[in-house]
Structure formats: C-alpha cells, structure tokens
C-alpha cells in the first residue's frame, strides 16, 4: 500500500517535472526560429537628464554613479544630478569630484521619498532644457 503511494508520487513528480522542463525546451528551440526585427540606427541623439535621489547611501552611491557613467550613451548628452540627503561630508566632497552635479538636502525629518520628490518640485528650470528626465 505506501510502496504503491511512493510510486504515484514519484509518476506525478516525473510528469510534472517533465513538463516543466519540456516547456523550457520548447520555447528554446522555438527562439531559434524567428529573428528579432532589425530596428534602424537612429542619427538623432536625444539629450536627458539621470537624476539618483540618494538618503543615507554612503555604501552604494559610488558604484551607483560609476555605473552610470560608463555608459556607452555620449557623455554631452546626458547630465547625472545625484540628489544626497543625510550622506556623510565626505561622501559628498568624492561626488563633487566626479563628473555630476550634486544637490545637498538639509532637512531635520526625511526620507528616500522626500529625496525623490525634491527633484519635481525645485528643479523644473533644470529640467526644461532635457528632452526626458530618468528618476
């Protein structure tokens, strides 16, 4: 009787587990099938703004802008704007070295949410001479 429950089991996961693993196989052979489309090179470079609100990311924000700067996007065309809110002095003094731009909030009460609203509510003059801002 649990010899017989044992080997039901075992049947009802092999299928299971065949079907998973068939579907996969499945979708993967049929990938090679069709080709993706082929989109035309674009000579019109849009100009845009990256703006990384930051509170309390001291261990993050450097390979947070590093990464960013490697971009293979022109670097005239684009501008980063780190916005720090309670980062250490000398945090913020490496990020005046780098090639951003570097907003410093001073508030007594804040908050990730309050670093990532400041940007709309102060900088629509910054703003206004991109084409899309990236939050």
């Known amino acids: 009787m649990l010899s017989e429950i044992i080997h039901i089991m075992e049947y009802t996961l092999y299928i299971y587990l065949s079907v998973s693993v068939g579907y996969i196989v499945l979708f993967s ?7 993706q489309k082929k989109y ?31 971009q293979t996007y022109p670097a005239e065309l684009y501008d980063l704007i780190v916005i720090s809110d309670h980062m250490r002095p000398e945090t913020n003094a490496s990020l005046r070295k780098e090639r951003i731009s570097l907003i410093e909030l001073h508030e007594k009460e804040s908050s990730k949410a309050k670093a990532q609203q400041r940007p709309s509510q102060t900088s629509h003059t910054i703003m206004s001479s991109y084409w899309m801002p990236i939050i």
């Open 29 to 35: 052979a049929a990938s090679h099938f069709f080709k």
């Open 40 to 70: 035309p090179a674009t000579t019109v470079r849009q100009r845009f703004i990256i703006l990384v609100p930051a509170y309390k990311e001291d261990a993050v924000i450097h390979a947070c802008v590093t990464s960013v700067l490697r």
